[in-house]
């Protein structure tokens, strides 16, 4: 979905995981926040859609922002207009997650643009380093993760209006 421009809303949630998923906010967040990033954390986490006051469901104008976040659900629809997009993924024994990249023309420096990017993940951080207990999908003695990922065009979410 890089250089997709989705007006509506980005939502997350599933019975086992509902819609104030827990959702990690990384350092690129830290101008969007009241009280300022904790010394030395790697991420924090907050209730989806707007963990620590950041609303991620929608894109809005451009504002010079860019957030990544990782919510912790197994799947996620992503309205636009009329529109939609369902992704959903399996992964026995396995953390699973969905990744958002929100850019409203923050990123790069220089030649800014506006951009969103929903990616499955297995595991819960972006870098390894960060991860804590039951954060990284790990492989069995097997030597081998099964996963499946699906994605559709028939959103399970409710309807939500234009704001």
């Not at 894109?59 to 957030?67: K, N, Q, R």
């Not at 595991?123 to 999908?137: E, I, K, T």
Request: charge should be negative; proline fraction near 13%.
């Amino acid at each position: 979905m890089g250089g997709a421009r989705p007006a509506g809303p980005l939502r997350a949630g599933s019975a086992a995981h509902p819609p104030a998923a827990d959702t990690r906010l990384f350092p690129e967040a830290a101008p969007l926040l009241d009280a300022g990033w904790p010394s030395g954390a790697p991420w924090i986490a907050g209730p989806w859609p707007a963990p620590h006051g950041v609303p991620l469901d929608r894109l809005g104008p451009d504002d010079g922002t860019a957030v990544g976040a990782v919510v912790a659900t197994d799947v996620c629809c992503v309205h636009d207009g009329a529109d939609r997009l369902h992704f959903a993924l399996e992964a026995e024994g396995q953390p699973v997650s969905i990744a958002l990249w929100r850019n409203l023309k923050g990123f790069p420096d220089t030649g800014p643009y506006r951009s969103t990017g929903v990616e499955p993940m297995l595991g819960r951080v972006f870098d390894l380093a960060d991860a804590g207990p039951g954060d990284a999908a790990r492989v069995p003695a097997s030597g081998e993760v099964r996963w499946r990922f699906t994605l559709t065009g028939a959103c399970r979410c409710p309807d939500t209006p234009a704001p």
